[in-house]
């Protein structure tokens, strides 16, 4: 397997469970990770959803992501927590999203 893969489980939906504080992520958080590095971050802003298109790629427990419209990356460890929750650690501040089905 290509170390920059996703691993399979990542595949596919998730919207945010919860987030500590510090992160400041509104609610109706999603992410579809596509294969290819594609990845769509969805946010609901004064009731309408905003569709982020990034790229991403994997370095075995990191995440990193990029926007090719308007360059910011972030890179986040990740991990497949207790019930299948995806769980990203920003520096020691959490967020924990679950599978959308």
Do not use: C, K, Q
């Not at 969805?42 to 075995?60: A, C, F, N, P, S």
């Not at 990029?66 to 501040?93: C, I, K, R, Y």
């Amino acid at each position: 397997m290509d170390p920059h893969e996703a691993p399979p489980w990542l595949l596919g939906r998730w919207r945010l469970l919860r987030a500590e504080a510090a992160l400041d992520f509104a609610p109706g958080v999603r992410m579809e990770f596509r294969p290819g590095g594609r990845l769509l971050y969805t946010i609901v802003v004064e009731g309408h959803e905003h569709v982020v298109r990034l790229i991403y790629r994997v370095d075995g427990d990191v995440l990193r992501t990029d926007n090719p419209e308007h360059p910011h990356a972030v890179a986040t460890h990740f991990a497949l927590g207790e019930g299948g929750v995806l769980v990203f650690d920003f520096s020691g501040a959490r967020a924990w999203f679950v599978r959308e089905t």
